[in-house]
């Protein structure tokens, strides 16, 4: 077992499945062997196997919040969304004060867009965890993708107080801001998340967007041109430099931009995409 799990931190899925499979052969209940098993199911996409798997473990551990947070994943996998809720809410049940399984149902509920429910989840969860990052991020995203703007922006609120260095509270703030049409707002809101991280995407792209959608294409390019000073090695700005430009059919500027976004991160698709 100690073996197999070695060889799979070293990514030796081959090496871990033939150790897992001698130790099943004279421990077909060995509980580790198993879970282990069961992942490598997952990650082959044989999500009934690692089920069975799952459920041969949780007979003698039926209070796991691993395992059973590892079965409702296979549940999702199999198309079992109601059957992975239901799995969720009993390791809820199981452990009150491990927020973890919450988290995964949160994040299944707004999959399967149950966006109210979600947002009940997370907001009982916020009440046993004020001051959890982790907590308050998944509520602000139930609670935006449920439109409750109010809400959003208060648990923004709670998450820059919780985390003031985290660039998120501030970004999440300005997403709250920006759907509330308070546009000054979201701008200072992006801002100070660019500041605390400046190679952060999602705040600059908001953004220059926000600024794109005024008319304010000027402005947008300056900051991207001022972001692109500050982070030469960050293909980011050239990349929505050029999605600017391509929209105000300044083609060859597009084109330039695209290429030294291309220059800078030659695996990144959306360059050749625009580019092309």
């Known amino acids: 077992d100690d ?60 209070n796991s919040i691993v395992d059973l947070r590892m079965l409702a994943g296979a549940q999702v996998a199999s198309n079992e969304p109601d059957l992975a809720q239901q799995t969720l809410r009993q390791a809820m049940q199981d452990a009150p004060g491990d927020p973890s399984a919450a988290l995964d149902l949160i994040g299944l509920l707004d999959r399967v867009g149950q966006h109210d429910q979600a947002r009940q989840v997370a907001e009982a969860l916020v009440r046993q965890h004020p001051k959890d990052p982790s907590v308050l991020t ?56 660019i500041a605390l991280a400046p190679t952060a995407r999602e705040p600059l792209e908001a953004l220059t967007r926000l600024y794109a959608r005024q008319g304010k294409t000027d402005l947008a390019l300056q900051e991207l041109e ?22 105000l059919k300044r083609l060859p500027e597009a084109a330039r931009s695209f ?14 995409r625009g580019l092309a």
Do not use: C
Not at 147 to 153: P, Q, R, T
Not at 259 to 272: C, E, G, V
């Open 138 to 193: 998944a509520a602000f995203q139930a609670e935006f993708a449920a439109k409750s703007l109010k809400e959003a922006a208060a648990t923004a609120a709670a998450l820059r107080g919780a985390a003031p260095k985290n660039p998120l509270g501030y970004y999440f703030s300005g997403l709250a801001a920006d759907a509330s049409a308070d546009s000054a707002g979201a701008i200072s809101d992006y801002r100070q998340a």
């Open 259 to 272: 290429t030294t976004a291309i220059a800078l991160d030659p695996s990144w698709m959306p360059a050749y």
């Open 226 to 247: 001022s972001v692109a000073q500050s982070q030469p090695k960050d293909p980011l700005p050239p990349a929505l430099s050029g999605e600017i430009e391509f929209a």
């Open 3 to 62: 073996l197999a799990g070695l060889r799979l931190r070293q990514h030796d899925t081959a090496g871990a499945g033939s150790l897992i499979a001698q130790v099943l052969a004279k421990d077909p209940n060995n509980d580790d062997s198993l879970r282990m098993r069961a992942g490598l199911e997952l990650a082959q996409g044989d999500a009934r196997s690692a089920i069975a798997d799952l459920r041969i473990v949780l007979r003698d551990e039926p």
